[in-house]
Protein backbone atom coordinates (compact mmCIF):
# COMPACT_ATOMS: atom_id res chain seq x y z
CA UNK A 1 0.00 0.00 0.00
CA UNK A 2 1.44 3.55 -0.85
CA UNK A 3 2.73 4.93 2.64
CA UNK A 4 1.26 8.51 1.43
CA UNK A 5 -1.52 9.61 4.11
CA UNK A 6 -5.71 8.59 2.51
CA UNK A 7 -8.35 10.83 3.82
CA UNK A 8 -11.63 8.64 3.60
CA UNK A 9 -14.91 10.26 4.40
CA UNK A 10 -17.38 7.76 5.33
CA UNK A 11 -21.36 9.50 5.71
CA UNK A 12 -24.84 7.60 5.93
CA UNK A 13 -27.96 8.17 8.32
CA UNK A 14 -28.39 5.82 11.99
CA UNK A 15 -28.92 2.58 11.63
CA UNK A 16 -26.97 1.96 8.06
CA UNK A 17 -23.78 1.08 9.48
CA UNK A 18 -21.13 3.83 9.32
CA UNK A 19 -19.27 2.61 12.22
CA UNK A 20 -19.17 -1.19 11.47
CA UNK A 21 -17.93 0.43 7.89
CA UNK A 22 -15.31 2.74 9.39
CA UNK A 23 -14.12 0.64 12.14
CA UNK A 24 -13.01 -2.34 9.60
CA UNK A 25 -11.76 0.01 7.42
CA UNK A 26 -9.55 1.39 10.12
CA UNK A 27 -8.98 -1.83 11.61
CA UNK A 28 -7.66 -3.01 7.78
CA UNK A 29 -5.13 -0.70 7.35
CA UNK A 30 -3.60 -1.48 10.94
CA UNK A 31 -3.53 -4.56 9.53
CA UNK A 32 -1.63 -3.76 6.76
CA UNK A 33 1.05 -1.91 8.70
CA UNK A 34 -0.04 1.60 8.51
CA UNK A 35 -0.92 4.62 11.23
CA UNK A 36 -4.50 5.02 11.42
CA UNK A 37 -6.65 7.86 13.04
CA UNK A 38 -10.21 7.88 12.98
CA UNK A 39 -13.08 10.49 14.23
CA UNK A 40 -16.57 9.40 14.01
CA UNK A 41 -19.49 11.91 14.78
CA UNK A 42 -23.56 10.22 15.84
CA UNK A 43 -25.08 13.24 15.87
CA UNK A 44 -28.92 12.39 16.26
CA UNK A 45 -27.65 9.06 14.31
CA UNK A 46 -30.81 6.78 16.51
CA UNK A 47 -33.12 9.20 14.73
CA UNK A 48 -32.05 8.88 11.24
CA UNK A 49 -30.05 11.13 11.89
CA UNK A 50 -26.04 12.10 10.13
CA UNK A 51 -23.61 9.96 10.77
CA UNK A 52 -20.18 10.38 9.76
CA UNK A 53 -16.83 9.41 10.13
CA UNK A 54 -13.26 10.41 9.26
CA UNK A 55 -10.69 7.51 8.66
CA UNK A 56 -6.99 8.57 7.79
CA UNK A 57 -3.91 6.48 7.30
CA UNK A 58 -0.48 6.22 5.69
CA UNK A 59 3.21 6.01 7.16
CA UNK A 60 2.54 8.52 9.98
CA UNK A 61 -0.95 10.08 10.58
CA UNK A 62 -1.03 13.23 13.06
CA UNK A 63 -5.09 13.86 13.43
CA UNK A 64 -8.52 12.07 12.80
CA UNK A 65 -9.86 14.59 11.13
CA UNK A 66 -10.10 15.48 7.56
CA UNK A 67 -10.25 19.09 6.76
CA UNK A 68 -12.18 20.71 3.59
CA UNK A 69 -11.51 19.76 0.26
CA UNK A 70 -9.10 17.09 1.37
CA UNK A 71 -10.91 13.56 1.30
CA UNK A 72 -9.51 11.34 -1.51
CA UNK A 73 -12.86 9.03 -1.22
CA UNK A 74 -16.19 9.69 0.27
CA UNK A 75 -17.78 6.81 0.14
CA UNK A 76 -22.02 7.70 0.96
CA UNK A 77 -24.51 5.10 2.36
CA UNK A 78 -27.35 7.43 1.53
CA UNK A 79 -27.18 10.16 -1.77
CA UNK A 80 -28.39 13.03 0.10
CA UNK A 81 -25.81 12.87 2.64
CA UNK A 82 -23.27 12.82 -0.13
CA UNK A 83 -24.54 16.04 -0.87
CA UNK A 84 -24.05 17.38 2.37
CA UNK A 85 -20.32 16.45 2.52
CA UNK A 86 -19.43 17.06 -1.01
CA UNK A 87 -16.57 20.16 -0.07
CA UNK A 88 -14.62 17.44 2.18
CA UNK A 89 -13.99 15.98 -1.27
CA UNK A 90 -10.24 16.74 -2.83
CA UNK A 91 -10.41 17.94 -6.82
CA UNK A 92 -9.65 14.67 -7.97
CA UNK A 93 -11.14 12.65 -5.09
CA UNK A 94 -13.66 9.81 -5.15
CA UNK A 95 -17.14 9.94 -4.77
CA UNK A 96 -18.68 6.50 -4.29
CA UNK A 97 -22.33 6.43 -3.38
CA UNK A 98 -25.54 4.27 -2.61
CA UNK A 99 -28.65 5.22 -5.12
CA UNK A 100 -30.80 5.20 -1.71
CA UNK A 101 -32.51 8.19 -0.60
CA UNK A 102 -33.99 8.38 2.39
CA UNK A 103 -35.94 11.53 3.11
CA UNK A 104 -34.76 13.33 6.37
CA UNK A 105 -37.90 14.22 9.45
CA UNK A 106 -37.86 17.69 8.12
CA UNK A 107 -39.54 16.56 4.52
CA UNK A 108 -41.49 13.84 6.19
CA UNK A 109 -43.22 16.91 8.47
CA UNK A 110 -43.81 19.32 5.65
CA UNK A 111 -41.00 21.93 6.55
CA UNK A 112 -38.26 21.28 4.02
CA UNK A 113 -39.25 20.25 0.40
CA UNK A 114 -36.10 16.91 -0.93
CA UNK A 115 -34.39 18.70 -3.56
CA UNK A 116 -34.73 17.36 -7.07
CA UNK A 117 -31.59 17.83 -8.63
CA UNK A 118 -29.47 15.67 -6.20
CA UNK A 119 -27.84 13.64 -9.06
CA UNK A 120 -27.13 16.73 -11.19
CA UNK A 121 -25.75 18.42 -8.28
CA UNK A 122 -23.18 15.99 -7.70
CA UNK A 123 -22.51 15.62 -11.03
CA UNK A 124 -21.70 19.16 -11.47
CA UNK A 125 -19.00 19.14 -8.49
CA UNK A 126 -17.10 15.90 -8.86
CA UNK A 127 -15.29 14.32 -11.35
CA UNK A 128 -14.58 10.64 -10.48
CA UNK A 129 -18.27 9.96 -9.40
CA UNK A 130 -19.32 6.26 -8.73
CA UNK A 131 -23.55 5.58 -7.86
CA UNK A 132 -23.93 2.34 -6.75
CA UNK A 133 -27.46 0.30 -6.18
CA UNK A 134 -26.38 -1.34 -2.88
CA UNK A 135 -29.26 -1.25 -0.87
CA UNK A 136 -31.03 -2.68 -3.81
CA UNK A 137 -28.31 -5.21 -4.13
CA UNK A 138 -28.32 -6.01 -0.54
CA UNK A 139 -32.62 -6.44 -0.46
CA UNK A 140 -31.95 -8.56 -3.37
CA UNK A 141 -29.51 -10.76 -0.97
CA UNK A 142 -31.72 -10.51 1.72
CA UNK A 143 -30.28 -8.40 4.24
CA UNK A 144 -30.57 -4.70 3.45
CA UNK A 145 -28.21 -4.34 6.33
CA UNK A 146 -25.10 -5.28 4.09
CA UNK A 147 -25.41 -2.37 2.03
CA UNK A 148 -22.32 -0.80 4.06
CA UNK A 149 -20.53 -4.26 2.92
CA UNK A 150 -21.14 -3.94 -0.84
CA UNK A 151 -20.06 -0.35 -0.64
CA UNK A 152 -16.75 -1.47 1.09
CA UNK A 153 -16.34 -4.29 -1.04
CA UNK A 154 -16.87 -1.46 -4.37
CA UNK A 155 -14.22 1.15 -2.52
CA UNK A 156 -11.44 -1.82 -1.88
CA UNK A 157 -11.08 -1.14 -5.78
CA UNK A 158 -9.44 1.98 -4.72
CA UNK A 159 -7.27 0.95 -1.94
CA UNK A 160 -4.09 -1.49 -2.02
CA UNK A 161 -5.20 -3.91 0.82
CA UNK A 162 -5.24 -7.80 0.06
CA UNK A 163 -8.64 -9.28 -0.24
CA UNK A 164 -7.88 -11.74 2.57
CA UNK A 165 -7.17 -8.62 5.20
CA UNK A 166 -10.79 -7.79 3.83
CA UNK A 167 -12.32 -11.31 5.03
CA UNK A 168 -10.38 -11.20 7.97
CA UNK A 169 -11.62 -8.17 9.91
CA UNK A 170 -14.76 -9.11 8.87
CA UNK A 171 -14.79 -12.61 10.19
CA UNK A 172 -13.02 -11.12 13.54
CA UNK A 173 -15.85 -7.99 13.86
CA UNK A 174 -19.35 -9.19 12.45
CA UNK A 175 -21.29 -11.73 14.83
CA UNK A 176 -20.43 -15.48 13.58
CA UNK A 177 -23.60 -15.82 12.09
CA UNK A 178 -24.01 -12.67 9.49
CA UNK A 179 -20.25 -13.50 8.63
CA UNK A 180 -21.01 -15.14 5.35
CA UNK A 181 -23.91 -12.60 4.54
CA UNK A 182 -21.81 -10.12 4.95
CA UNK A 183 -18.34 -11.55 3.04
CA UNK A 184 -20.83 -12.41 0.08
CA UNK A 185 -21.96 -8.72 0.41
CA UNK A 186 -18.64 -7.34 -0.09
CA UNK A 187 -17.70 -9.47 -2.87
CA UNK A 188 -20.39 -8.41 -4.57
CA UNK A 189 -19.72 -4.48 -3.99
CA UNK A 190 -15.80 -5.44 -5.84
CA UNK A 191 -17.44 -6.92 -8.47
CA UNK A 192 -19.86 -4.19 -8.66
CA UNK A 193 -16.68 -1.67 -10.00
CA UNK A 194 -14.17 -4.12 -11.43
Known amino acids: MNKKNTNILVCGVGGQGV ?5 LLAEIA ?6 VKKSEVHGMAQRGG ?7 FGEKVYSPLITEGTANFIVSLEKLEALRYL ?4 PNGVL ?15 IEEMPKDIDERIKHRVKKYYLIDA ?9 TRVSNMIMLGALSNFLDFTPN ?4 A ?9 VDINIKAFELGVSLLR
Open 19 to 23: LLFSD
Open 30 to 35: MKEGLD
Open 50 to 56: SVTSHIR
Open 87 to 90: HFLA
Open 96 to 110: LTDNLIIEPLPVIIG
Open 135 to 143: FAKAKELGN
Open 165 to 168: TYHR
Open 170 to 178: IRENVKERF
